[in-house]
């Protein structure tokens, strides 16, 4: 059925073709089979070979796998192993990190109810969930969740708390006799019942309109289902390298090639010098050092308390320019707390604490006296105390709550004051109740033994009731416009206000009625928040300073909305605030995205809006982040570059959609997320870097050698040990560098940047063309002074290996020098460097090994030339680094 909530119960009924007695056992067993069952589906997942497959779609795996048959065909064994070892070791970490990609949809499912009382034949049936249709009749109850989506048929004292689905902390007060428009928001349908929302208060019977993935979170299952996520950025900019890359080194080892057998060399000796030149050039261990600079920082990450389920969003954090954060549980402690007090003759009180821990004290202005506020505050306390239907009580494991959240946060205020529901009720026994209903909007209670009434409720509602207010001077006749200015205020503080009264009636218990509520005395307003986040505000401010911008998505009101945002320092005022409806009036692309891109904060907005927002941003070119704990934000979750869950307060489906989970449910440790991303993604960089400036360096060498009319520079083997030197060793120790300390100073990178971007391209051109016109010109000089091709060879080969020991560490930042550099903070890459060195020293010496490698010793003052030579390398490197931080691009 559509729109029911714009329909009255009977239409409902009509158009359900069902009854208020229910369905007969038969019908329903013949609408099951045609409407199938109450279930959501499972994703199938794919099997472990494909995804291990899937690890190999990349264009740099497909040459280095061509490259290590053609290794193995020719005969060397050693290199075609080492490269199919790295391989299998990056696709059995891909495999083990993306074999989870379909487990959104069944934490969705494992929300659905196992079971649901319903009518059938009439009298009052348990069946399995999964096995209700459309048109039965289920009943409602305190502590149920909603099995399918219902139009309530009548409703006692019935609160749904729907923040699964729309984000509102508080429990909604359903009015089944009302109908809404057919536009209302998901939140302002107060008629219906939501599939796997919870009943926090009263009964209820509802007609079930909707099952499985007709249900509104049916419609998020299938959201999450249908689509498939964003490639997080580092892979976007890996493949589009890549490419480029691969060509690149095809033309060059094909230029190579060329201008060998034009100085006629034989065809197979080319063949195996130009393959053995590729494999020296194609950065074989770059997958294996992303690899390992990722799992490097999910280590880090973990001790901040950010759990990873996917590597690749290690960096997608990093890179993001855009969160887009749910507020209830993200940034609010999803804990209402009864913070602010509004009391006649006074000023306004404040309550310290937060959540259902009832630690706390009343603070008063320094001019206020403290005895009279306190007695003005117990005054009330009592009231609500003796009004309430909800249950505080200290547990083993601590204070344990039951009932609405507006109750139990009256009862945690009343406790701060000393005052206890156990300490008040045998002096007060009730007498009589009237329970919280829609209509109504308030609730009230007599006790004995002298005709104490306590009512609480919609300040519109008491405000009739009462012909006096409290006050320091006593009892005084109800000064109206003072106390709806007092409400007001509240309210445009981010507020939820509630008003609160007593006085006395002699009715008896049983007879206590709404008529018996007149010329009660006003004590004064409860102004209610779901309170920030300590760290939110200071986490907003870091987002800012590290250019990444943050707008707040939610299900509440928008001055409730506001109110938040001004405190999180989001917004200023309205013109920043866009509302569900607003952005469901938006017929194009392009009407949504102006409306987006100048919003802040997203108030009243549905799943599916939260998920266009994300769009727009996308649209836009933001690499976008999306906070929530929520089944609502499953779609958002998914759709984003990366999707980020609260491990605490979050809901299955949110922590199994994420790519990373906040075990502290703290907005500042996303911060700290974003930091530790971009120093994976700087790491990253340091590592192409090293590895492209050696690669393009001994081909720019071989070439240069080539134009000279030399000899082979070196021949395959040597290349193929140089690989193995520099790529096996120092490559994944330069994988663990440090932070530089300033990561949150800097702006997100653009979108649409590659990784080999204008900085990267003058630092290896720089750093490669000094590498191979200083080896071929050595190699020339040795030649030209008489050294034979052997000895020449030997020696330009030692100062190859000390220009990639000496770029190692040139590479460790992009910018700074690195006499500023502590050696000893990378450990591992001061031994990675020393083993390759010492790796080749020891070739030079081992017999058998030097025969093959074509190596022997040289002597001390050999050694020492060369050495000195290479370190030309920093020198020149170091007055590139001052050029570009004297003139920055």
């Known amino acids: ?30 609408r099951l089979a045609r409407h199938g069952p109450n279930t959501l589906p499972h994703g199938k997942q794919a099997g472990l070979l494909l995804v291990f497959l899937h690890q190999f779609k990349s264009p740099l795996i497909y040459v280095l796998v061509v490259a290590a048959v053609v290794a193995v065909l020719l005969g060397d064994w050693e290199d075609g192993m080492f490269i199919g070892a790295v391989l299998l070791l990056n696709a059995v970490i891909g495999t083990i990190q993306e074999f989870n990609a379909q487990r959104s949809a069944a934490a969705l499912a494992s929300l659905t109810v196992p079971h649901a009382l319903v009518l059938r034949d009439g009298q009052e049936h348990e069946i399995d969930a999964a096995t209700l249709v459309p048109g039965d009749i289920v009943l409602l109850e305190t502590g149920v969740r909603v099995p399918a989506d219902l139009r309530l048929i009548s409703a006692n004292a019935l609160h749904i708390d729907e923040s699964l689905l729309t984000g509102e902390s508080k429990a909604v007060t359903k009015q089944p006799d009302t109908e809404f428009a057919a536009d ?13 929302t919870l009943v926090s208060r009263g009964r209820g019977r509802g007609l079930c309109v909707a099952t499985g993935l007709a249900t509104q979170l049916g419609a998020i299952a299938e959201a999450v289902l249908g689509r498939e996520g964003a490639k997080p950025p580092l892979l976007v900019r890996m493949e589009v390298f890549t490419r480029k890359l691969t060509v690149l ?40 050092a992303l690899t390992v600079a990722l799992a490097i920082a999910v280590r880090r990450m973990s001790r901040r308390r950010v759990i990873v389920r996917k590597l690749a969003a290690v960096e997608a954090l990093g890179s993001c320019t855009y969160i887009a954060s749910d507020k209830t549980g993200t940034l609010t402690m999803n804990q209402l707390t009864a913070e602010r007090l509004r009391l006649p003759g006074l000023p306004e009180l404040r309550l310290t604490g937060e959540g259902t821990t009832p630690s706390g004290e009343l603070v008063s202005p320094p001019e206020t006296d403290e005895l009279t506020a306190r007695a003005a505050a117990e005054r009330l306390a009592r009231a609500v105390t003796l009004c309430n239907e909800a249950t505080l009580a200290q547990g083993d494991g601590g204070w344990v709550t039951h ?8 009862l945690v205020l009343a406790h701060k004051l000393g005052l206890t529901r156990p300490g008040l009720e045998p002096h007060h026994p009730q007498l009589g109740a009237i329970p919280f209903e829609s209509e109504r909007q308030y609730a009230a209670t007599l006790h004995g033994p002298a005709g104490l009434v306590s009512v609480k409720g919609a300040l519109e509602k008491l405000l009739p009731m009462c012909a006096t207010m409290a006050t320091p001077a006593g009892d005084v006749a109800l000064d109206a416009a003072q106390v709806e200015a007092a409400a007001r205020d509240l309210a445009d503080q981010g507020y939820r ?15 206590f009625g709404p008529d018996h509520l007149r010329g009660l005395c006003f004590l004064g307003l409860v102004g209610t928040i779901d309170p920030l986040r300590p760290d939110a505000a200071a986490a907003i401010a870091l987002c800012a300073r590290a250019g990444v911008a943050v707008s707040m998505v939610t299900g509440d009101h928008p001055v409730t909305a506001l109110a938040i945002s001004r405190k999180l320092g989001l917004a200023r005022d309205a013109a920043e ?25 997203f108030a009243r907005m549905e799943p599916r809006q939260k998920l266009e927002i994300v769009i727009a941003l996308q649209q836009q070119g933001h690499f976008v982040a999306v906070t929530g704990d929520g089944a609502n934000d499953a779609p958002a979750l998914r759709q984003a570059h990366v999707g980020v869950a609260m491990g605490r307060s979050g809901t299955d489906v949110a922590r199994e959609t994420a790519d990373l989970i906040i075990t502290d449910d703290a907005f500042g440790s996303i911060v700290a997320g974003i930091e530790e991303g971009r120093v994976a993604y700087a790491n990253v960089r340091k590592v192409i870097f090293l590895l492209i400036s050696t690669g393009a360096g001994t081909i720019l060498a071989f070439i240069a050698s080539l134009a000279m009319g030399l000899p082979m520079l070196f021949v395959a083997t040597q290349l193929l040990w140089l690989n193995l030197v520099t790529n096996g060793i120092q490559d994944v120790a330069l994988a663990f560098e440090p932070g530089e300390g300033d990561e949150l100073s800097r702006k997100p990178r653009p979108p649409r940047e590659p990784i080999f971007n204008r900085r990267m391209i003058e630092g290896v051109l720089v750093s490669a063309v000094w590498i191979g016109l200083v080896t071929s010109g050595a190699f020339w000089w ?27 560490g040139n590479c460790r930042s992009e910018l700074r020098s ?56 920093f020198v020149v490197m170091e007055l590139y680094k001052l050029f570009r931080r004297v003139r920055p691009i």
């Open 1 to 30: 059925m559509e729109q029911p909530h714009a329909s009255s119960v009977s239409a409902a009924l009509a158009a359900m073709q069902a009854s208020t007695d229910g369905l007969t056992t038969a019908e329903a067993a013949a």
């Open 184 to 196: 209302a928001s998901m939140g302002d349908r107060l008629n219906m019942a939501f599939a796997g």
């Open 249 to 288: 080194i095809g033309i060059a080892c094909a230029l190579v090639a060329a201008v060998a057998l034009a100085k006629g060399q034989g065809a197979q000796e080319v063949f195996v010098l130009a393959v053995a030149l590729a494999v020296a050039a194609i950065p074989e261990g770059l997958p294996v």
């Open 403 to 410: 009932g609405d959240a507006v109750d139990i946060s009256l």
């Open 497 to 511: 206000v509630m008003a609160v009264a007593d006085g006395r009636s002699d009715a008896p218990g049983p007879t």
């Open 577 to 601: 605030v866009v509302t569900g409806p607003q952005l469901a009036a938006c017929t194009d692309d392009t009407a949504r995205g102006e409306l987006v891109r100048n919003a802040r904060v």
């Open 782 to 808: 040795l030649l030209h002074i008489g050294w034979e091709e052997f000895r020449a060879r030997n020696s330009v080969l030692l100062l190859m290996v000390m220009f990639q020991n000496i770029q190692v």
């Open 818 to 873: 690195g006499l500023t550099l502590n050696p000893f903070r990378n450990r591992l890459l001061l031994l990675g460097t020393a083993t390759a060195q010492l790796v080749h020293i020891g070739a030079m010496f081992t017999p058998g090994l030097r025969s093959v490698l074509k190596v022997e010793p040289v002597t001390l003052a050999e050694y020492g030339l060369w050495l000195a030579v290479a370190l030309s390398l």
